[in-house]
């Protein structure tokens, strides 16, 4: 008889894993061939229904939940911004005329400061035994992969989620490989960057980088989401690309919304914010 301690959560009832070895010894005949007897959550036909979508949303939420939970990650210092910014000296690769190569190879200083902002925080994370300030991006390149990098070149871990598009979005090599998350659902992947973001830090981009910035100043200026700094990196770019000031002008927005960030130019100037903010 099984000593209940020797299995962690061990139940008189079979485990799941358990009746799935037993499927794979099943005779083999018409009626064990049939889609209907396929056990349901290890029938992909089925959980890829769309009437199965409640049950898809909730398994992409729990699943990189537990991960982080059983790792002991309690914190989280986001990086979003853009996937097409190169590391400077690379190719512009996503440039569609001289202009835009131009401004891309000007901007790419953002992935060194990128690659310096995630060193300095995951040095902050080695004090906690990497359970705070650790760095997360949306893991594919440009500034994600400077943000992963950065991590890296310290030792530290770094969590990565990755989304499933046509272009631009596959894990780059620096993401820790156990926490390198793949969603289908752009809402649940927003809920898992923002659940344990202690900073957010946010470097030129497009229309992405653009949704999650509002996305996040939307949650705190409605005080669904805790105050934390919001970090713009690159004051002229951000100057241009965002009037807030306007806004405010035009009532749009409360005076004092604006106060919500903070730009900066450099990596060092970021982390002094986080700094004082959390009087570390």
Avoid at 100 to 128: G, H, M, W
Avoid at 175 to 199: D, G, Q, S
Wanted: hydrophobic fraction near 40%.
């Amino acid at each position: 008889m099984m000593n209940p301690e020797e299995k962690t959560g061990w139940t008189p009832l079979p485990h799941s894993d358990e009746d799935l070895e037993r499927m794979r010894s099943v005779p083999d005949t018409p009626q064990t061939r049939a889609a209907t007897y396929r056990l349901a959550w290890n029938d992909e036909d089925f959980m890829t229904r769309r009437e199965l979508r409640p049950v898809r949303l909730q398994l992409e939420l729990l699943k990189p939940e537990m991960t982080l939970a059983e790792r002991g990650i309690r914190s989280t210092v986001i990086l979003f911004g853009g996937a097409r910014l190169p590391e400077p000296g690379g190719e512009a690769w996503a440039a569609k005329n001289e202009t835009q190569k131009r401004n891309l190879e000007l901007n790419s200083v953002y992935y060194d400061e990128a690659r310096k902002f995630a060193r300095l925080c995951s040095e902050q994370s080695a004090a906690t035994y990497y359970r705070e300030f650790v760095v997360v991006t949306g893991g594919g390149p440009g500034v994600m992969e400077a943000g992963n990098r950065g991590a890296d070149d310290v030792g530290a871990p770094s969590i990565g989620l990755n989304i499933v598009l046509p272009h631009e979005q596959a894990p780059n090599p620096y993401v820790t490989p156990e926490l390198c998350f793949n969603f289908h659902y752009f809402a649940i992947r927003k809920m898992h960057f923002v659940m344990r973001a202690k900073a957010v830090a946010v470097f030129p981009g497009g229309f992405g980088t653009m949704d999650e910035l509002f996305e996040t100043l939307t949650l705190i200026q409605t005080g669904r989401m805790e105050r934390v700094p919001v970090i713009l990196f690159g004051k002229e770019f951000w100057r241009r690309a965002v009037d807030l000031d306007y806004l405010a002008e035009q009532g749009t927005i409360s005076p004092g919304d604006q106060d919500i960030i903070d730009f900066v130019d450099t990596a060092d100037e970021a982390w002094e914010l986080i700094r004082k903010f959390y009087r570390l």
